[in-house]
Structure formats: C-alpha cells, structure tokens
C-alpha cells in the first residue's frame, strides 16, 4: 500500500457513497468498489473512520449501520479548509489574505453569502 | 566569586549578547548551515551552561548523600534561627526553580504546538483525499490547490507534504521545478521541525534575546538552505523568478511557504554569488559558540578575583 494508501481507500469508498441513490451497507460498498479485492473488515474500518471524522452520517436500521455522505465533495473541502484555518495561528490573518486575492466572481459570491447571513439574522 | 556564579554569568552574558552577533553572521559567513548550527550551539550551550552553573551553586560537594543532609541541616538551621541559608544556596535555588519551570513551560507548549500541527496535517491528508490531485511522481503526496494565485508551502512531519496551487503550476516550467526543488529541501532536513523547537523555545522564555530571536533568524536560515538547494539544481535565474513570483502569496502558520522570510535578503544573495560550501565553517562556528558562555564565564571570574 502507498503512503496515501488509507487516503485512496477513502476517496474510493467516498466516491461509492456519492455515487449512490440510498444510504449503503458495508457489503454494499464493498460490492460496488470494483477496482481490488478488499476484505469485508476492512471496508468496515474505513467506514468507521469515515464516520469519526463526520464525512459520513450512519442510521441503524435493524442490525446493520446504513451509511451516507455527510455532505457533497465541495460541503467537504470547506470544511476541511475552516480546520485548517482554525489551526492556523493567524486565521485572520490567512482570511485577508484570500480576500484580497479572490476574483470579482469570487468577491460577487461572497457578497452574495454575507447578504444571506445579514438577511437571517 | 565562584565558579558556579561565574558559569551562570557567562550563559546571560551570552543569551543576551550572542543573538546580534549571530544575525549580523549571515552577511560574511556564506553558508546557511554554519550559521544554523552556530544558533543551535549557542542556545545548547546557553542552556547547559546555566543548568551546569544553578547545579554547582547547590552541589558544592561531590557526594549527593551528603548534600542533601547537608541542604536539609541548612534549611533546618535556617528555619530553627530565622536566618537566611547562604548567599549562593538561596541563588542556587531561585536557578533551580528558572530551570524547572522553563523546562515545564517548555513541554506544555511543546505539546501544543505538536497537536496543532497534527491537526493541520491531518487536515491536509483529508484535502488530498478529497481533491485527490497529485501532479508528481516524487514520493511526496503534492496537494494541487484550484486558485489561479501562486501559493506554495509544504507541511512537515512524518509524511511530508507538499502544496501548490493551479498559480504556480502555470509558471515557466524552470520556475516551477524550482519552488517543488525549494520545497522539498524543506522536507529533507527537516526544517519544520527546527522552526518549531525555536518557536517553543521563544514561547517559553520570550524575555531571553537568543531564544526571542531564535526563531525568526532560523526561518530565514532555513529558507537559504533550501535556497542553496534549489540553485544546485534549477540554477539561479529560476530560484530568483520563482522567488518574485511568490512573494507575497499566502500560507497557513506551521507551514514553510517558498516565499515566506526576507524575499529582498534571499534575492540578494542569490545575486551575489553561488555559495561555496566550506566544511571548516560548520565545524569552527558552531565550536565557538559551544565554548562562548564557559568562556566569558572564566574570564568574568578571573577579572573579579583578580
């Protein structure tokens, strides 16, 4: 296994779970990842994993865990992208700078988003 | 005045002095690692020299047993008399105490840092997963970044990393062999973990001018190694073009980004001359600044019981 050996498994099993209509079960993930042969446990694992970092929800529907993503890819790389924000010392810091940096369409969206916020309050 | 006073003299004298001489080295002395080595030597020295000093002061006798019946009759006789124990016990004691708590503060903050920085690796690995885009074929997972910005850094520890964006894939393709080149200097020696062992040094005794310096004089020294680096292989025009173009560019606080310390300082360097390695620098320096505070600390003894 390659050093991001445990990080492709996850894209792999992600991907399964977009690709999806329904919440799955662990056999169903592991019929549907067609590019190895992966042992049930495994899969398992990876799903557990997958649970603990919040990246998928899992109901309990008689005696199996059904899973789901907990968000689309891009629900995902933002929020993946405000952890590594709030570990940062300087998040504000971080923050002006992509402000400063964004494209008028970028700028346009987070016009767009801020108004929203302001709206509900 | 006693040795052990002398020692502990000759270790501030040094913290504070060292940290002006050692920033103005980086002009004459060519090459990065001498000067890197010579902070590293100094603060050992610094440290150890103060610890050997605070250790005398309470162990004038080379028996432990004995003195630690010896500082219990003291503290006994002290009490019982309402008198104070002797000058260099009451000293030796309030070092003592310096040491532990700087060493506690040291671990504490030590430990955060660490987890932080897990945690910011932790979620770099789930960036990739996500993104899943690697552009090299090196051992080290490269994280693409979709923003037309050049932006490039790496992130440490034991799976290394490196991250770019769309932006610096974009440049002349010298450039940017250059900034992976620069990166990846970072991941081979370790840098991360340099700057961050000073960066907890600084925090835990930031009223110290070596270990207040420490950090921001090891960022640039860093960055020249890696510099050095690069320009072995990618040349100088492209270091000094990649350079330019990431100046600026933004990046997360534990990371070491291409263009992070002293962009004018780096390109002047790189303007000046190729750095010929000189072995007898990285061996003299870093000697002298061991021996600094033992050897204030003689003289300061020989001039004041003279």
Same mark, same amino acid.
Request: with cysteine.
């Given at each position: 296994m390659s050093v991001n050996g445990l990080g492709e498994l996850e894209a792999a099993v992600m991907d399964v779970l977009w690709q999806a209509d329904e919440p799955l079960r662990?056999?169903?993930v592991l019929d549907r990842l067609t590019r190895r042969t992966?042992?049930?446990t495994t899969v398992m694992t990876v799903l557990d994993n997958l649970h603990r970092k919040q990246w998928v929800q899992r109901d309990k529907t008689g005696k199996a865990y059904h899973y789901r993503p907990a968000g689309t890819r891009e629900e995902l790389v933002a929020r993946t992208l405000r952890r590594m924000l709030e570990t940062s010392l300087q998040p504000d810091v971080v923050l002006l700078h992509f402000a400063r940096s964004a494209s008028d369409r970028e700028l346009a969206v987070l016009r767009q988003v801020l108004d929203e916020r302001t709206d509900s309050q | 005045m006693s040795p052990a006073l002398a020692l502990i003299v000759g270790a501030l004298a040094v913290a504070w002095l060292a940290p002006a001489l050692l920033e103005r080295a980086i002009g004459p002395v060519r090459d990065p690692i001498a000067v890197l080595l010579a902070w590293w030597g100094t603060l050992g020295a610094v440290l150890l020299t103060f610890? #050997?000093?605070v250790t005398l002061l309470l162990a004038p006798v080379d028996r432990l047993g004995e003195w630690a019946e010896h500082v219990a @009759? @003291?503290?006994w006789f002290a009490?019982? @008399?309402g008198q104070l124990p002797a000058q260099d016990e009451v000293l030796g004691v #309030?070092? #003592?105490v310096a040491v532990c708590a700087l060493a506690t503060r040291s671990v504490v903050l030590a430990f955060r840092?660490?987890?932080a920085q897990r945690e910011s690796r932790q979620a770099h690995h789930d960036l990739v997963t996500l993104l899943g885009e690697t552009v090299t074929p090196e051992q080290e997972p490269v994280l693409r970044v979709p923003h037309p910005a050049p932006l490039a850094y790496s992130v440490g520890g034991r799976r290394g990393m490196l991250v770019v964006s769309a932006g610096v894939l974009r440049l002349p393709s010298a450039q940017r062999a250059a900034v992976l080149c620069h990166e990846r200097a970072h991941l081979r020696g370790r840098h991360h973990l340099i700057v961050a062992i000073a960066e907890v040094l600084a925090a835990a005794a930031p009223w110290v001018p070596l270990t207040r310096r420490a950090p921001r004089a090891m960022r640039l020294l860093v960055e020249l190694c890696a510099d050095a680096a690069a320009v072995r292989t990618c040349g100088v025009p492209a270091v000094r073009g990649a350079l330019i173009a990431l100046s600026g560019a933004a990046h997360p606080a534990h990371a070491l980004p291409m263009a992070g310390a002293d962009v004018p300082t780096r $390109?002047?360097? $790189?303007?000046?001359a190729t750095p010929h390695q000189r072995i007898a620098a990285r061996v003299v320096l870093p000697l002298v600044a061991a021996i600094a505070p033992a050897l204030i600390g003689a003289v300061t003894a020989v001039v004041f019981c003279a």
């Open positions: 662990v056999r169903e992966l042992a049930y | 610890a #050997a000093g @009759h @003291h503290c009490v019982s @008399h #309030a070092g #003592a840092q660490w987890r $390109l002047h360097r $790189l303007q000046t």
